[in-house]
């Protein structure tokens, strides 16, 4: 069964309870590391210097602790591999229902019910958005059944 190594012990040390709390049945069904967790000041800026954040200090999710926001990314992989992004998604969205918190995550920005158009990618990003209702409950369900699928077709595809 997969477990976290110490790097991604470390860094979900840093984030929210409840995040916490969805990760560890996340990894239950799927291997990936915590990339990041709280991100200080200078860390925050150089990401966003780098384009890799449109956020500067203090702006992100990531700039509070305990962190709201959390980065992750599957392990072992290639970032180009798309496909093991939305499957990790599906799990994340699954757990997020059990733990009852409501998710969002940074390959889905922009909300116009295509899952694969998003102009800024953060397919690593996800963020707490509070105690999820019984709708977030079910758009949630839908969201995971969505990103099982575009995971079965980016597979199908490469
Ligand atoms: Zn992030």
Known sequence: MPK???????NRDTIIPKLQEV?????LKMDFSVICGFRPEADQNKAYDEGKSTLRFPQSNHNVLPSKAVDLAPWPSLW????????????????ANTVGI???????WNRN?????????DLPHFEYKGIAT????KQQEMLSKAYDKA????????
């Open 151 to 158: 995971g079965e077709k980016w597979e199908a595809n490469h």
């Open 80 to 95: 180009s591999d798309i496909g093991k992004f939305y499957r990790l998604a599906a799990h994340m969205f699954r757990a």
């Open 23 to 27: 990760l560890d049945l996340a990894i």
């Open 102 to 108: 409501k998710l969002r995550g940074g390959l889905y």
């Open 113 to 121: 019910g295509n899952l694969t158009d998003q102009k800024f990618n």
């Open 134 to 137: 019984q709708a977030d409950i």
């Open 4 to 10: 976290f190594g110490s790097r991604s012990l470390r």
